[in-house]
């Protein structure tokens, strides 16, 4: 199986490579479209400021590459709020595979939420053999909304869209790579899709 996980400057890309080693897997880091779109499965990483990760991806072109890719794409962190329409971090237009923005923390809980926090209602083979409020590690000031595209939920202050799923493309909010046995597990079934 050819994996690839996107390297364009703005990821933890180091951490979910050995992630999908323990799994037993080669993934490989790239940013040529060629061996993104000849991949079986593609992992979208995000780390950091929205904005000057969107200019990145436009600087090697993959702004337009990531959208019409066919096989199973997962969105990371930052990875899934790109996949989305906007991100109000840096006014930032997004890839627009999602339709929802993301908005910052508003409320009352300490922002950025950092930590081990709860995920529910889980609907998608994306979770299979993870249990409903199994704990995932989260390290965001931003989110986004629940909406029709939401296959988990987290609450931190209000409840909000911790995944999605929209044909393809499936995001999550929390690092799996750096989630414990649960983490590996929704690695696993990525992989298995």
């Known amino acids: 199986m050819k994996i690839v996980i996107i390297n364009y400057g703005a990821g933890n890309i180091q951490s ?36 000057s990760a969107m200019e990145m991806l436009k600087a090697s072109g993959l702004d337009k590459v990531i959208p019409t890719l066919k096989q199973p794409v997962l969105g990371i962190c930052l990875g899934m709020q790109l996949m989305c329409n906007s991100c109000e971090e840096g006014d930032t237009q997004g890839l627009g595979i999602f339709d929802c923005d993301v908005i910052k923390f508003d409320n009352s809980e300490k922002v950025p939420q950092i930590g081990w926090n709860q995920i ?30 939401a296959i988990a ?21 929390f690092h799996p790579e750096k989630s414990s046995k649960a983490g590996a597990q929704i690695l696993q079934n990525f992989l298995e899709l």
């Open 16 to 51: 979910i490579k050995f992630a999908i080693q323990r799994l037993g897997y080669e993934a490989v880091l790239s940013h040529d479209e060629v061996a993104i779109r000849n991949a079986d499965k593609v992992i979208f990483p995000g780390v950091g400021e929205a904005s």
């Open 120 to 149: 529910e209602n889980l609907k998608s083979d994306l979770f299979k053999g993870i249990n409903d409020k199994e704990y995932m590690y989260l390290v965001h000031s931003f989110y986004v909304p629940l909406n029709d595209e």
């Open 153 to 173: 939920t987290t609450e931190y202050g209000i409840k909000y869209a911790s995944a999605l799923q929209k044909d393809n493309f499936y995001g999550v909010q």
